[in-house]
T-cell receptor, first 113, second 113 residues
Framework: LAKTTQPISMDSYEGQEVNITCSHN???????ITWYQQFPSQGPRFIIQ???TKVTNEVASLFIPADRKSSTLSLPRVSLSDTAVYYC??????????????FGKGTKLSVIP | DSGVTQTPKHLITATGQRVTLRCSPR?????VYWYQQSLDQGLQFLIH???????AKGNILERFSAQQFPDLHSELNLSSLELGDSALYFC????????????FGPGTRLLVL
């Protein structure tokens, strides 16, 4: 079963770039890596998804090395409103078309003024 | 607002009881996923339905069951409830398969006394 590992918490000052890394050693060949943001008492919200190399959208970048055993979410110039928990999600396909979706334990990002 | 609705928002019940949680996916989405979020376990994938058929099972207990109806809404049934079943239950929807972006509902907070 895929296991994902993330730091439990991170602190950052406003305006800084924040990088959160997720390890997923057992990622399967056709699995994508997806990152979600969650505020208290709300459902997770999609941030970015990638398969390999680098993906960038209007809110974040995702870096995935060639071996795909980890991924790094990069948030440029964070603000107080980025204080949240960030989760990586990896799917793992097993035999007979079955799969598992494994969330990391989440990284609690605290942005300091 | 993700477009995914869940009812009820809060539920308080006693051990041994049975409850039903309801989820309506975004318009046009065929997939519904159920997750359990507790403080000690994080986000746990329970089950995935696609267009009425079960696609994958995660860490879902035998006391729990789900179904997706022809109108694509889904219900999660939890029976013989235990104190440890107290958690936030989220459903998410996507327009097709597992690699697509999932849109999460606001969750149902279940408290078992």
């Amino acid at each position: 079963l895929a296991k994902t590992t993330q730091p439990i918490s991170m602190d950052s000052y406003e305006g800084q770039e924040v990088n959160i890394t997720c390890s997923h050693n057992n990622i399967a060949t056709n699995d994508y890596i997806t990152w979600y943001q969650q505020f208290p008492s709300q459902g997770p919200r999609f941030i970015i998804q990638g398969y390999k190399t680098k993906v960038t959208n209007e809110v974040a970048s995702l870096f995935i090395p060639a071996d795909r055993k980890s991924s790094t979410l990069s948030l440029p110039r964070v603000s107080l409103s980025d204080t949240a928990v960030y989760y990586c999600l990896v799917g793992e396909y097993s035999g007979a078309g079955s799969y598992q979706l494994t969330f990391g334990k989440g990284t609690k990002l605290s942005v300091i003024p | 607002d993700s477009g995914v609705t869940q009812t009820p928002k809060h539920l308080i019940t006693a051990t041994g009881q049975r409850v039903t949680l309801r989820c309506s996916p975004r318009s046009g989405d065929l997939s519904v996923y159920w997750y359990q979020q507790s403080l000690d376990q994080g986000l746990q994938f329970l089950i995935h339905y696609y267009n009425g058929e079960e696609r994958a099972k995660g860490n879902i207990l035998e006391r729990f069951s789900a179904q997706q109806f022809p109108d694509l809404h889904s219900e999660l049934n939890l029976s013989s409830l235990e104190l440890g079943d107290s958690a936030l239950y989220f459903c998410a929807s996507s327009d097709s398969g597992t690699q697509e972006t999932q849109y999460f509902g606001p969750g149902t907070r279940l408290l078992v006394l």
